[in-house]
Nanobody, 117 residues
Framework: QVQLVESGGGLVQAGGSLRLSCAASRILFSLSAMGWYRQAPGKQRELVASISSSGITDYADSVKGRFTISRDNAKNTVYLQMNSLKPEDTAVYYC???????????WGQGTQVTVSS
């Protein structure tokens, strides 16, 4: 079973920045596409950024130009740099590999991001 451990969340004022990290194990990380998801209270979980095994990135329109996803295959870690944060970015952030994300057991505990206005 894949193990994913997210970290780096916190409380930040609007306009601020945070960098999230996700350490993955029990997965062929270098061959796996990875993504960052978020779930706000009362809303469904959504994919906000993804990166392919070759480094091609894609972003939801709501974060494009503000968030940057990257990966370090040597460390089995994926990152999410979040700049110009807005209150609507407040959510629990999770990482996962999109092909595995349908397995409920594949999700980690997430990391809380709270943006105050």
């Amino acid at each position: 079973q894949v193990q994913l451990v997210e970290s780096g969340g916190g409380l930040v004022q609007a306009g601020g920045s945070l960098r999230l990290s996700c350490a993955a194990s029990r997965i062929l990380f270098s061959l796996s596409a990875m993504g960052w998801y978020r779930q706000a209270p009362g809303k469904q979980r959504e994919l906000v950024a993804s990166i392919s095994s070759s480094g091609i990135t894609d972003y939801a329109d709501s974060v494009k130009g503000r968030f940057t996803i990257s990966r370090d295959n040597a460390k089995n870690t994926v990152y999410l740099q979040m700049n110009s944060l807005k209150p609507e970015d407040t959510a629990v952030y999770y990482c996962n590999s999109p092909p595995l994300s349908r397995n409920p057991g594949s999700w980690g505990q997430g990391t809380q991001v709270t943006v105050s206005s």
